[in-house]
């Protein structure tokens, strides 16, 4: 079973609703992280949660909200969907607190969502 | 703010070896993370280093030179399923980050397309 699971794998919605990507893991880690990446931009940092109860705001946080409704899980919202969000969105996890044994914060990624805006 | 500069792309043969060279100007240093990444797929961890020298891991090695701002990764004996990006990750202390989380700055990544 994936450690870091991310559902839809794929969506396509229209301008201006509202979407909700969700990602959760069983790794027991404290860090969790959403980014997206899109050609020749790479890997781009959107949130962080430190724990529960911290939320970060990232290099592109503009357009995006975000919730950590338990270590476990951390959601990514689009409250108004716009073309130039289409791309492709992963959730990462790290371990600071060493909880793996691993105080080096290796953030080890979900399977992405690929999203698309029309 | 922290820039990494990878090369985009790169061809080698089935084989053969590769270096897939990294640069980064970033204010301050913690370490440094190599990840390899097949098209549409998730990033996943290959190597890290946080002191200067070469770690080696099977196939896979990793050189850090801290003073020059410079890593590589070497891929040995390459294999066809060694196509694939490489993506240069520097992490940099919090206070320093500008905006990340404990600053991990991901390069634009390196396709590194293998022929037979």
């Known amino acids: 079973d994936a450690d870091v699971t991310q559902t839809p794998r794929n969506r396509i919605t229209k301008t201006g609703k509202r979407i909700m990507l969700e990602c959760s893991q069983t790794k027991g880690h404290d860090r969790m992280y959403w980014y997206r990446q899109d050609p020749g931009l790479g890997l781009r940092l959107i949130y962080y949660s430190f724990d529960v109860k911290d939320i970060n705001k990232g290099e592109i946080s503009d357009g995006y909200s975000v919730s950590r409704q338990a270590q476990a899980k951390f959601s990514l919202s689009l409250e108004s969907a716009i073309p130039n969000q289409t791309a492709l969105y992963f959730c990462a996890t790290s371990d600071l607190a060493g909880v793996s044994g691993d105080y080096t914060d290796t953030q080890y990624f979900g399977p992405g969502t690929r999203l698309t805006v029309l | 703010g922290q820039n990494i500069d990878q090369p985009t792309e790169m061809t080698a043969t089935e084989g053969a070896i590769v270096q897939i060279n990294c640069t980064y100007q970033t204010s301050g240093f913690n370490g440094l993370f190599w990840y390899q990444q097949h098209a549409g797929e998730a990033p996943t961890f290959l190597s890290y280093?946080?002191?200067?020298g070469l770690e080696e891991k099977g196939r896979f090695s990793s050189f850090l030179s801290r003073s020059k701002g410079y890593s590589y990764l070497l891929l040995k004996e390459l294999q066809m399923k060694d196509s694939a990006s490489y993506l240069c990750a520097v992490t940099t202390p919090e206070a320093d980050s500008g905006g990340g989380a404990d600053g991990l700055t991901f390069g634009k990544g390196t396709h590194l397309i293998i022929q037979p």
């Open positions: 280093n946080v002191l200067d």
